[in-house]
């Protein structure tokens, strides 16, 4: 490769002592993570060395704790200063941005005016109050959301906050908060929105959908949707009064944890975590009886893991508490509860019917799976097998998609 | 007389707004707005106490453990459950991972662009470079390529993250007087600012390793922990806290003795309301608060440096000018939140932070509070390091400074650093504690036995301060649960009395040398890592 084509990641990565082979390992891994064959890496490797002029974006925290802000800092594949500075431009970005006040405004309102820019959206969209509950520089959080999603290329909704409203909008939702493109849609923006969810965003998600937009659609919004393969889960949204059809990347939100569970050969034998901290923790048994959540939680987690791979929830000797899920805090509490308990009535906590329903569904899936129907080689992503759409248990009891209403 | 607002205030966790009045080159009023309510303590009422644990984190994605870890012992108080010991040093090691975590992201990524002028590394000689970082004992980098990294950045034109905030660099425009390193110093901490990015991660791995992730973790459940180490565990855990520490003791600590001596002005203000308040954080093996291994403890300024006990029942918070309309002065433990958004007015009410105070005072949180505590209390490494560190600053200011010195902007930046140093040492015994209990045979982590009802108040110290979770459990459920988080103590608006709250008082008195680019205020504001 030319020396005048490497980018200043090439410099980057050469000055911490990175080889051309590591960073080729990593740019498979990116296309697994997009469900992409691993021999897309040298194509990938060839847009991001010959990146020029970078694509505007605006980073744009929500009613957020910042936690999404925090764990793409956790990301090394590459690390965050090479995705602020050599892969996209934020020209807005509040928590690491130099700037503050009104020169930071001004970023906002130029980068709006020329077009052209991508928003990840951190957070729950504040509407309680008359939408005072967040109020930027004499701006309500809601206007500032109408108003950078109106002229962008697209939204990507990054963490459960923004995907629905997130453990913000869990009974009794005191601050009426809801998600993205609930909201857009209530609004009659058209931009699309794409939905990471968990809590915090797993990172390696967002640098997956950053190349894949970059890179297979060009900065297109509309090729982005046509080549990326997509999930629709239909929600209800309590505070717009409207049904929202929300789209998730299939290659990371199509299967369950469950699926993909390194643990899951001990659920097949029946060998299970009844104490937490105990000594069938010591060997790695199911946790699906301390209250998993994974059977019915849709991430690939187990595969991507967390924190630059050094571990993840259930490694750790926690169950699952399905951060992933839709509503997921009211869906997945009582979280140390197994599933087949909560159907049965009294500790249901705020739970509603309709939820119930829902979290049957997930137990069912489970069950079936169990029965060696959907398998699937664990670990694997993307070129597998295909997974059923629906779980013919749910299908007979009418729920949507799933176990994950 | 002049007005500065400064909102968005970025580089912070969440969204604050600070109005300054400014006379005759001085701030002589200030306050300060929280502008963002969700309602967390209605979310958890009617649910399980355990669940506390994992949705009650999720208020603050910086200091996630510490408030999980508040929340845990007020579960554990209520229902009467006494954790393992294993545990206890799981649950510190945790915690002390998320402090180096916090205070390496805090100094270079969110505070460090106050004082470093990246762009003025540009005009570094490397050679210079090289013995500048040789002479003050600071780690080394490419630096040459560094600076060709920059030159590129800047060249491009497109400035992404520093975008709007060049001309206080001096680019286009004049450049702030209060950016005043050497370009070698600069081009030092830019470098370091590049590589901090990567050690803030590898603390987080340790949280990961034991609790699944950071993040947000797992395994702090109430009644112990859920993680059982492995001996490939501890090895990942023990390797990373040392690599941590090394970055500690060779770039943060160096780092900041060697911008100290031109910054030192920052010395003669920025104190605040001289009251220091901790609530102790490490527990060590008698549970006791007041032998944390940094202790529980509250200095009232007007007292001079003496330290006296605290409790919960100490605390009240005022809503006079909140935004809510449930009565002022409560304890958390019948704590009320009914938000009622009137109008942003700072002559009535002007912030969603409620006013907490400590026997009716308002009290400064975060490791300042905790280092003072600690030193008078005379724990040993504490009062080494500080010493150490007064001794490099006599030196440099040429005369003799007492602690009192650290009452003031350039304290609570030096408290920070000085404490990731301090935790960083402790991180290594307590992995070897650890070793030394499994090897003896203990091999509990967690109890399942518990009451079903009762009171807590969970006490805890995150890295940017004192954490309290109350609670109430009846008939197994949360019948009600109230916060007094770190940024409620230090981003107080004022009480009845019209009190300033502690970052508004630390504001007042400080230099403000041009109103359009209110630097000064922005250091303050950072100081207190909101």
């Not at chain 1, 064959?37 to 970078?54: D, F, H, N, R, Y």
């Amino acid at each position: 490769m030319a020396q005048e084509a490497h980018s200043a990641l090439y410099d980057l990565l050469a000055v911490r002592g990175v080889s051309r082979r590591d960073f080729l390992k990593y740019c498979g891994s990116v296309a697994a993570a997009l469900g992409l064959s691993e021999t897309m890496a040298p194509q990938i490797a060839a847009a991001m060395e010959g990146a020029g002029k970078l694509k505007p974006a605006l980073w744009i925290n929500g009613g957020s704790c910042t936690g999404c802000t925090e764990s793409i800092a956790q990301v090394d594949t590459p690390d965050v200063a090479t995705i602020v500075l050599d892969y996209l431009s934020f020209n807005y970005f509040e928590t690491i941005m130099a700037a503050g006040g009104e020169d930071a405004e001004k970023q906002i309102e130029e980068t709006v005016a020329a077009g052209g820019y991508i928003v990840i959206y951190e957070g729950s969209v504040m509407t309680g109050q008359d939408g005072n509950t967040l109020l930027i520089n004499g701006k309500k959080g809601t206007e500032i959301l109408e108003h950078v999603a109106s002229n962008a290329a697209a939204v990507i909704a990054v963490g459960s906050c923004a995907v629905d409203g997130g453990w913000v909008m869990a009974h009794p939702n005191p601050a009426e908060a809801t998600g993205v493109q609930a909201w857009l849609q209530k609004k009659k923006i058209k931009t699309p929105v794409v939905n990471l969810p968990t809590c915090p965003v797993n990172p390696e998600w967002i640098v997956a959908m950053v190349v894949q937009l970059l890179l297979v659609a060009d900065f297109d919004a509309a090729k982005f949707l046509k080549v990326t393969p997509m999930v629709t889960r239909t929600v209800d949204c309590k505070v717009t009064g409207e049904s929202v059809d929300l789209l998730f990347p299939k290659g990371i939100f199509g299967q369950t944890i469950h699926d993909n569970c390194p643990r899951r050969g001990h659920f097949e034998n029946g060998e299970f975590v009844t104490k937490l901290g105990s000594a069938e923790e010591a060997m790695n048994y199911c946790l699906y009886k301390v209250g998993c959540k994974g059977p019915q939680t849709y991430t690939n987690c187990p595969v991507v893991r967390w924190n630059s791979r050094a571990s993840w929830c259930v490694e750790s000797g926690a169950p699952c508490i399905g951060c992933g899920g839709l509503n997921w805090v009211d869906n997945n509490a009582p979280f140390l509860m197994r599933m087949s308990d909560m159907q049965m009535g009294g500790t249901i906590g705020n739970v509603q019917a309709g939820t119930a329903a829902a979290v049957v569904g997930g137990v069912a899936a489970a069950a079936l799976v169990a029965h060696g129907l959907g398998m699937k080689a664990a670990g694997r992503v993307g070129d597998g097998p295909p997974m059923e759409e629906m779980k013919a248990y749910d299908r007979k009891r009418g729920a949507k998609k799933g176990g994950d209403k | 007389m002049a007005r500065t607002v400064i909102d968005p205030l970025t580089r912070i966790e969440g969204h604050l707004r600070v109005e300054v009045e400014v006379t005759d080159g001085k701030v002589s009023d200030a306050w300060v707005t929280g502008e963002l309510w969700r309602g967390m303590e209605l979310i958890l009422e009617n649910r399980h106490p355990e669940d506390a644990f994992w949705i009650s984190q999720r208020i603050c994605g910086v200091c996630p453990i510490s408030h999980s870890h508040a929340s845990a012992q007020s579960t554990e108080q209520a229902l009467g459950i006494k954790i393992p010991n294993n545990a206890r040093i799981i649950r510190n090691l945790i915690e002390a991972a998320q402090y180096l975590h916090s205070h390496i992201l805090w100094f270079y990524t969110l505070a460090a662009l106050d004082f470093v002028n990246p762009v003025n590394a540009l005009s570094a000689n490397i050679a210079d470079t090289y013995a500048l970082a040789q002479a003050a004992g600071t780690r080394v980098a490419d630096f040459g390529a560094v600076q060709k990294r920059l030159a590129g950045f800047v060249e491009n034109g497109q400035f992404s993250i520093f975008s709007g905030h060049l001309g206080w660099w001096g680019v286009g425009e004049e450049k702030h007087p209060g950016y005043a390193l050497p370009p070698e110093l600069d081009l030092i901490a830019t470098a370091h600012y590049l590589e901090a990015l990567e050690l803030q991660g590898v603390a987080a791995q340790i949280i990961a390793v034991m609790s699944g992730k950071f993040p947000h973790h797992m395994t702090s459940i109430p009644g112990g922990t859920a993680f059982v180490p492995t001996e490939q565990k501890l090895d990942d855990i023990l390797f990373r806290f040392t690599r941590v520490k090394e970055f500690i003791d060779t770039a943060l600590i160096p780092d900041t003795l060697a911008i100290a001596p031109f910054i030192l002005d920052t010395a003669s203000y920025g104190a605040g309301c001289k009251n220091f308040l901790s609530w102790g954080v490490f527990e060590s093996a008698d549970m006791d608060p007041y032998t944390r291994s940094l202790p529980r403890g509250f200095i009232e300024g007007a007292k001079g440096l003496s330290v006296m006990e605290v409790g919960p029942e100490m605390v009240t918070e005022d809503v006079e000018h909140a935004w809510y309309d449930s009565p002022s002065g409560l304890n958390p433990a019948k704590g009320e939140t009914a938000a009622k958004f009137t109008s942003l007015d700072v002559n009535d009410k002007y912030s969603w932070g409620k006013a907490a105070r400590l026997n009716g005072l308002p009290a400064e949180v975060g490791p300042l509070s905790r280092m003072l505590v600690a030193y008078v209390d005379g724990v040993p490494e504490v009062k080494k390091i500080i010493d150490d560190t007064l001794g490099v600053l006599s030196k440099a200011a040429g005369a003799k400074l007492g602690p009192e010195v650290l009452l003031s902007l350039l304290g609570r930046i030096a408290a920070r650093n000085l404490e990731a140093k301090v935790v960083a040492d402790w991180s290594i015994g307590w992995v070897l504690e650890l070793v030394e209990a499994i090897k003896g045979g203990d091999s509990a982590y967690f109890v399942t036995e518990r009451g079903s009802d009762g009171d807590g108040a969970g006490l805890w110290e995150a890295p940017r301060g004192s954490v309290g979770h109350w609670m109430s459990v009846k008939g197994g459920k949360i019948s009600k649960y109230q916060i007094v988080a770190p940024t409620t103590w230090d981003i107080a608006p004022r009480n009845a009395d019209g009190v300033r709250g502690p970052m508004e008082e630390a504001l007042v008195g400080s230099p403000c040398v041009d109103a359009k680019r209110p630097l000064e205020a922005l250091r303050i504001a950072h100081s207190f890592d909101p």
